[in-house]
């Protein structure tokens, strides 16, 4: 008999900024994070300050279990050296910095959804585009959340993957990214480098 385990949804978005500044956007973060913790989702994100704190803090307030990727070393480095909120009921400490944090951050999760965002963000972003990862975008959050399919399509000249969903309601995108995690199930490619030939997929 297979076993199933509860999807694990990474949370990725500003740490500091004018997108923390703004109260919807923040409470649209911490809806987020309720939303994930009903549903019985993990929640997950980079330990950091900013949206996806408060995405934590929604989590927290439903009971949902949570984890943070650290770019630090120890909890000591991690509150005194990286200033960061350590509310998770489970902390990894990777010593890798910000941006391998990343990897690490995006690879655990089955869908990874961006709020707001600045060139952090947009790392995490790129980095969850080129490996195929399910994403979901909380639109009209300020930063990056926006001008997704301008950077892809226009900038970038490359596709909106069929895995890339967006909507301003958490619930709502949490439904839409729930989907495409079941209907494209990874690889669907890793790097840009390696396609994945099965029938609709790459």
């Given at each position: 008999?297979p076993?199933?385990?509860?999807l694990?949804?990474?949370?990725?978005g500003?740490a500091?900024?004018p997108?923390?500044?703004d109260s919807?956007a923040?409470?649209?973060?911490?809806?987020l994070?309720?939303?994930?913790?009903?549903?019985?989702?993990?929640?997950?994100?980079?330990?950091?300050?900013?949206?996806?704190?408060?995405a934590?803090?929604?989590?927290?307030?439903?009971?949902g279990?949570?984890?943070g990727v650290?770019?630090a070393?120890?909890?000591?480095?991690?509150?005194?050296?990286?200033?960061?909120?350590h509310?998770?009921?489970m902390?990894?400490?990777?010593?890798?910095?910000?941006m391998?944090?990343?990897i690490i951050?995006i690879?655990?999760?089955?869908?990874?959804?961006?709020i707001?965002g600045g060139?952090?963000?947009?790392?995490?972003f790129?980095?969850?585009?080129?490996e195929g990862?399910?994403?979901?975008?909380?639109?009209?959050t300020?930063?990056?959340?926006?001008?997704?399919?301008?950077?892809?399509?226009?900038?970038?000249?490359?596709e909106?993957?069929?895995?890339?969903?967006?909507?301003?309601d958490?619930?709502?995108?949490?439904?839409k990214?729930?989907v495409?995690?079941?209907?494209?199930?990874?690889?669907?490619r890793?790097?840009?480098?390696?396609?994945d030939?099965?029938?609709g997929?790459?």
């Open positions: 008999m076993h199933h385990h509860r694990k949804i990474g949370v990725m500003s500091s900024g997108q923390t500044e919807l923040r409470e649209k973060a911490r809806e994070g309720r939303e994930i913790a009903k549903r019985n989702y993990i929640f997950i994100n980079g330990a950091c300050p900013g949206l996806p704190n408060d934590l803090l929604g989590a927290r307030e439903c009971h279990f949570t984890i650290s770019p070393f120890s909890e000591y480095q991690h509150v005194n050296e990286y200033l960061s909120p509310g998770h009921d902390i990894i400490y990777t010593g890798l910095g910000f391998e944090r990343d951050n690879r655990s999760s089955d869908g990874v959804v961006i707001g060139i952090g963000t947009l790392n995490e790129t980095i969850a585009y080129d990862r399910p994403i979901g975008v909380l639109t009209n300020g930063g990056i959340s926006n001008s997704i399919e301008h950077i892809v399509v226009e900038l970038c000249q490359r909106m993957p069929a895995n890339l969903v967006m909507d301003d958490p619930a709502k995108l949490l439904d990214l729930e495409v995690i079941k209907a494209f199930p990874l690889p669907i890793e790097d840009g480098r390696v396609r030939m099965r029938k997929r790459g």
